[in-house]
């Protein structure tokens, strides 16, 4: 075999095949618009393809080097007489599968194989047999796809009903939208645009672009995500797409590599849309270490913008709205470098979209060094949220962000699969699953069936989709907390654990630029000592402060859950004096010396939210810094308000 020149990225590093894309077939019995290529079954091309034990011999290769996931599909992956033997000794020597299938060939054996844990998605065109027949030119596979449904669901074996809109079945989208929760309470829409064959065929195309929506439709029809992780994930790939300084097109696809796509005929690249043949390995000639270690790499340098990138595509304005990649330049107009006018219109659309959605759907707040970045699917009103939170809103991001994502519907909930269980006490059930959270707002009686609220957040608590049952209390605004909880405490406390923070039942105030903390439970004195303070001091809040630890000391922040007084502020004061509240006769400050006594009080006064080991574990760290690290005092006052002239004084 030619041997390739292997490029070496900086700060390269081995890199492993997670996951493999096995085409089994283009051979498809649904002469349709959206396979890329028809072939018939007695072509020469089927006598090339991949047998039985070739696919074997892949399997075992690329496992030893650490495939674990395999994404099988085709043309039509059942068309295969032998299928079940290629999908049992995939499924036998992988962790996890994902499986494409137009469902018209699926007997009951094979709806029993299955029921394998893995994705399967069932490909649906129309919501009647006149829709459905008319689009894959096929008659009867309507009738033969809703048969494969239904041997599915005699099987148990859970399937995702992908939808795919075009011009022909749009007219019907939400009847096909109905068809599909009636077969599965799993469903997606599919690729909303259409791209072109990879056979080229221009009769082939002209009918795929005569199927293509309108851009408009297409982005209501897959809304960009504007989630934090999702555009930071944006970002980054634009940066490497759309770079200035580098124009290799697939520096990070075939360099950052983790996944690789072989076809029916053995030939294999880094993404299912590279048709080049100058851009494809024949396994059957080689080997897949060689294909792995030093093919795929070699590709990095292969393809350049060029001239005609550098006109168009390259200085573009919409870049970061465009879904271009040069593999569609490729199935367009065979040129990698060229532009899709089609993907432009996209582009112009998801620009409109995102700049209506940042306007009217999302709002930005700062509370303790952290920006709550609040989005909703219905937009927000000044009337949506509670007065006391102007003071915190923003206009812009900061470094530190925290997505809060609100949906009015409520995800199917399976007790089952909810994951190990942390915690179970009305109002809340909270699960772990994976390196995720699950908190569902159940009844007093435990029952699991009547949520009133579902809350999806990533391990660091960054990142929360809420999802309630209604719009009702939304629309009716004035809402007390933005995470829609009973307060936000609940989710910001365990994100402010990981930076060294946390809520004291306490008030606090800026005075003469220095941060004081009166710290007592309710009636202890910090609203009347606040009230002593005002005008002469900055309010921070009354009732809840943040304290957080800092490599140049300690700060506390203002918050919007205050107390008896409204008067509340987003500032902050570098923290120099905890003060534990006794009322009194008299008017005096003592320093506290007994270590023991200041952490007891203190924990007695941590705001603790839904507590699990790990949160518990951070704070019992933190409160024993800040016990043996800031002064603390038993501050005993009357009404009088000459305990300020001593505040001063200390």
Same mark, same amino acid.
């Given at each position: 075999?030619?041997?390739?020149?292997?490029?070496?990225?900086?700060?390269?590093?081995?890199?492993?095949?997670?996951?493999?894309?096995?085409?089994?077939?283009?051979?498809?019995?649904?002469?349709?618009?959206?396979?890329?290529?028809?072939?018939?079954?007695?072509?020469?091309?089927?006598?090339?393809?991949?047998?039985?034990?070739?696919i074997r011999r892949l399997v075992d290769e690329t496992r030893k080097m650490g495939t674990q996931r395999w994404a099988i599909s085709g043309g039509e992956p059942m068309l295969r007489p032998d299928f079940a033997e290629i999908f049992e000794y995939i499924t036998a020597k992988s962790v996890f599968y994902s499986l494409n299938t137009n469902g018209t060939l699926i007997t009951p054996k094979i709806a029993r194989l299955l029921r394998k844990k893995g994705s399967k998605m069932v490909v649906l065109y129309g919501a009647t047999a006149e829709v459905h027949d008319g689009i894959t030119r096929n008659p009867g596979s309507f009738e033969a796809a809703l048969r494969g449904f239904s041997y599915l669901r005699e099987a148990g074996a859970g399937f995702i009903v992908q939808l795919v809109p075009m011009k022909d079945n749009y007219h019907q989208f939400e009847e096909m939208k109905k068809l599909a929760e009636s077969?599965?309470?799993?469903?997606?829409?599919?690729?909303?645009?259409?791209?072109?064959?990879?056979?080229?065929?221009?009769?082939?195309?002209?009918?795929?672009?005569?199927? @293509?929506?309108? *851009? %408009?439709?297409?982005? /209501?029809?897959?809304?960009?995500?504007? !989630?934090? $992780?999702?555009?930071?994930?944006? #970002?980054?790939?634009?940066?490497?797409?759309?770079?200035?300084?580098?124009?290799?097109?697939?520096?990070?696809?075939?360099?950052?590599?983790?996944?690789?796509?072989?076809?029916?005929?053995?030939?294999?690249?880094?993404?299912?849309?590279?048709?080049?043949?100058?851009?494809?390995?024949?396994?059957?000639?080689?080997?897949?270490?060689?294909?792995?270690?030093?093919?795929?790499?070699?590709?990095?340098?292969?393809?350049?913008?060029?001239?005609?990138?550098?006109?168009?595509?390259?200085?573009?304005?919409?870049?970061?709205?465009?879904?271009?990649?040069?593999?569609?330049?490729?199935?367009?107009?065979? @040129?990698?470098? *060229? %532009?899709?006018?089609? /993907?432009?219109?996209?582009?112009?659309? !998801?620009? $409109?979209?995102?700049?209506?959605? #940042?306007?009217?759907?999302?709002?930005?707040?700062?509370?303790?060094?952290?920006?709550?970045?609040?989005?909703?699917?219905?937009?927000?009103?000044?009337?949506?949220?509670?007065?006391?939170?102007?003071?915190?809103?923003?206009?812009?991001?900061?470094?530190?962000?925290?997505?809060?994502?609100?949906?009015?519907?409520?995800?199917?909930?399976?007790?089952?699969?909810?994951?190990?269980?942390?915690?179970?006490?009305?109002?809340?059930?909270?699960?772990?699953?994976?390196?995720?959270?699950?908190?569902?707002?159940?009844?007093?009686?435990?029952?699991?069936?009547?949520?009133?609220?579902?809350?999806?957040?990533?391990?660091?608590?960054?990142?929360?989709?809420?999802?309630?049952?209604?719009?009702?209390?939304?629309?009716?605004?004035?809402?007390?907390?933005?995470?829609?909880?009973?307060?936000?405490?609940?989710?910001?406390?365990?994100?402010?654990?990981?930076?060294?923070?946390?809520?004291?039942?306490?008030?606090?105030?800026?005075?003469?630029?220095?941060?004081?903390?009166?710290?007592?439970?309710?009636?202890?004195?910090?609203?009347?000592?606040?009230?002593?303070?005002?005008?002469?001091?900055?309010?921070?809040?009354?009732?809840?402060?943040?304290?957080?630890?800092?490599?140049?000391?300690?700060?506390?922040?203002?918050?919007?859950?205050?107390?008896?007084?409204?008067?509340?502020?987003?500032?902050?004061?570098?923290?120099?004096?905890?003060?534990?509240?006794?009322?009194?006769?008299?008017?005096?400050?003592?320093?506290?010396?007994?270590?023991?006594?200041?952490?007891?009080?203190?924990?007695?006064?941590?705001?603790?939210?839904?507590?699990?080991?790990?949160?518990?574990?951070?704070?019992?760290?933190?409160?024993?810094?800040?016990?043996?690290?800031?002064?603390?005092?038993?501050?005993?006052?009357?009404?009088?308000?000459?305990?300020?002239?001593?505040?001063?004084?200390?």
């Amino acid at each position: 075999m030619k041997k390739y020149t292997k490029v070496v990225e900086t700060n390269d590093r081995p890199r492993l095949p997670s996951r493999g894309v096995l085409d089994l077939t283009y051979r498809c019995n649904n002469d349709c618009l959206h396979c890329w290529l028809r072939l018939p079954s007695d072509s020469k091309e089927e006598k090339r393809e991949l047998t039985l034990d070739d696919i074997r011999r892949l399997v075992d290769e690329t496992r030893k080097m650490g495939t674990q996931r395999w994404a099988i599909s085709g043309g039509e992956p059942m068309l295969r007489p032998d299928f079940a033997e290629i999908f049992e000794y995939i499924t036998a020597k992988s962790v996890f599968y994902s499986l494409n299938t137009n469902g018209t060939l699926i007997t009951p054996k094979i709806a029993r194989l299955l029921r394998k844990k893995g994705s399967k998605m069932v490909v649906l065109y129309g919501a009647t047999a006149e829709v459905h027949d008319g689009i894959t030119r096929n008659p009867g596979s309507f009738e033969a796809a809703l048969r494969g449904f239904s041997y599915l669901r005699e099987a148990g074996a859970g399937f995702i009903v992908q939808l795919v809109p075009m011009k022909d079945n749009y007219h019907q989208f939400e009847e096909m939208k109905k068809l599909a929760e009636s077969l599965s309470p799993h469903w997606r829409i599919g690729a909303a645009w259409l791209y072109l064959s990879a056979s080229g065929d221009p009769k082939k195309n002209r009918e795929i672009q005569d199927q @293509r929506l309108p *851009a %408009k439709t297409v982005i /209501l029809l897959s809304k960009p995500d504007l !989630s934090g $992780k999702a555009r930071q994930q944006e #970002e980054e790939y634009h940066r490497y797409l759309h770079t200035d300084q580098d124009d290799r097109f697939f520096s990070s696809c075939a360099g950052n590599r983790d996944e690789f796509h072989v076809d029916p005929y053995g030939q294999m690249t880094f993404c299912p849309f590279i048709k080049d043949p100058a851009l494809r390995y024949d396994l059957k000639k080689g080997n897949f270490n060689e294909a792995w270690e030093d093919f795929l790499p070699s590709l990095i340098n292969k393809i350049k913008g060029g001239k005609e990138y550098a006109e168009h595509c390259g200085p573009c304005e919409l870049k970061s709205d465009c879904r271009w990649c040069p593999a569609y330049g490729f199935l367009e107009h065979r @040129r990698f470098s *060229a %532009k899709v006018d089609y /993907l432009c219109e996209l582009a112009r659309e !998801s620009s $409109k979209y995102k700049k209506n959605w #940042e306007k009217n759907h999302q709002r930005y707040y700062t509370i303790a060094g952290l920006t709550l970045r609040v989005g909703s699917d219905i937009p927000i009103t000044d009337k949506t949220f509670h007065p006391k939170f102007r003071d915190f809103e923003v206009k812009k991001p900061g470094e530190d962000v925290i997505s809060i994502e609100h949906s009015f519907f409520l995800p199917e909930i399976k007790r089952e699969a909810l994951g190990k269980k942390i915690y179970e006490r009305p109002p809340w059930g909270i699960f772990k699953k994976g390196n995720d959270w699950i908190y569902l707002g159940i009844s007093p009686d435990l029952d699991y069936r009547n949520l009133n609220r579902v809350a999806l957040i990533n391990h660091e608590h960054t990142h929360a989709r809420i999802f309630s049952p209604d719009d009702k209390l939304y629309r009716k605004g004035n809402i007390a907390s933005l995470t829609f909880f009973p307060t936000d405490q609940i989710l910001l406390a365990r994100a402010l654990a990981d930076r060294e923070g946390c809520y004291i039942h306490s008030s606090g105030v800026s005075l003469d630029d220095k941060g004081l903390l009166f710290v007592g439970h309710s009636e202890a004195g910090k609203s009347t000592m606040i009230k002593m303070l005002k005008g002469k001091a900055k309010i921070l809040c009354d009732d809840r402060i943040i304290v957080r630890r800092y490599p140049d000391g300690y700060k506390i922040f203002g918050t919007w859950s205050h107390g008896e007084i409204p008067e509340v502020s987003p500032d902050s004061a570098p923290l120099k004096a905890i003060l534990f509240l006794e009322k009194s006769g008299e008017n005096r400050i003592v320093p506290m010396e007994e270590a023991k006594d200041i952490l007891s009080r203190l924990l007695a006064c941590l705001i603790k939210p839904i507590v699990t080991p790990d949160w518990w574990h951070k704070m019992l760290a933190l409160v024993e810094k800040i016990t043996n690290e800031v002064p603390s005092y038993a501050i005993h006052f009357d009404k009088s308000g000459r305990i300020v002239d001593l505040l001063r004084q200390l």
